[in-house]
């Protein structure tokens, strides 16, 4: 089956940095998704971005499907950034079955 | 305001018991899903369910139970037959197979 990768596993900055999340999937997908956990547990939606590149707030995504992976940039970031930020691509095309990356565990500091 | 609710928040079984993890949605998606994650760890897929009285197993679906007889409601059921039962559950619903997720807040079972 297709196989999520995610880089760094873990990562500490200060409050004002920025920083690039990876995502590399080892299959051709027509959907991805990042979340953000948060250290409570809710999972959050942060961009459903099959292809191309979405920009929310400070937050951005990149998906280039035909190189089989995503980046997520986090500009500015935030103490309440912290948490695990997940990426999730189809199992196989059309299928139900989304298959999540281990997560990069964010850690902001003060 | 439109979301997921999962009930209840914290849950504790007793080893050999049968319990019931609530997971409501008034988003009325079609689609709607239960996950496992342990700690550290990602989430893995037990069941899913496209449509109303219909449901397919995911890659840990043993000792676990579903039942989908209304669109808005989709319960797990962990059963005696699931060895290791501790973990973190996560209801989610989609508009169709490949719309954005919803998460619901989760519900901690841990076996005593």
């Known amino acids: 089956g297709i196989q999520v990768e995610q880089s760094p596993p873990d990562l500490i900055l200060q409050e004002g940095a920025n920083s690039t999340l990876r995502c590399n999937f080892s299959?051709?997908?027509?959907?991805l998704q990042w979340f953000h956990q948060n250290p409570w547990g809710q999972l959050i939606n942060l961009f459903y971005?099959?292809?191309g590149t979405k920009q929310n707030g400070r937050l951005s995504a990149t998906t280039v499907a035909t190189e089989r992976y995503s980046l997520l940039y986090i500009s500015s970031s935030q103490t309440t950034d912290s948490g695990v930020y997940f990426c999730?691509?189809?199992?196989?095309?059309?299928?139900?079955?989304?298959?999540f990356g281990t997560g990069t565990r964010l850690k902001v500091l003060a | 305001d439109g979301g997921i609710t999962q009930s209840p928040k914290y849950l504790f079984r007793k080893e050999g018991q049968n319990v019931t993890l609530s997971c409501e949605q008034n988003?009325?998606?079609?689609?709607m899903y239960w996950y496992r994650q342990d700690p550290g760890q990602g989430l893995r897929l037990i069941y899913y369910?496209?449509?109303?009285?219909?449901?397919q197993k995911g890659d840990i679906a043993e000792g676990y139970s579903v039942s989908r007889e209304k669109k808005e409601s989709f319960p797990l059921t962990v059963t005696s037959a699931q060895k290791n039962p501790t973990a973190f559950y996560l209801c989610?619903?989609?508009?169709?197979?490949?719309?954005?997720?919803?998460f619901g807040s989760g519900t901690r079972l841990t076996v005593v």
């Open positions: 971005i099959p292809s």
């Open positions: 989610a619903s989609s508009i169709g197979g490949t719309g954005g997720y919803t």
């Open positions: 999730a691509v189809p199992g196989r095309s059309g299928t139900y079955k989304y298959i």
């Open positions: 988003l009325n998606h079609d689609a």
């Open positions: 369910s496209q449509i109303v009285n219909d449901f």
């Open positions: 299959d051709s997908v027509n959907n």
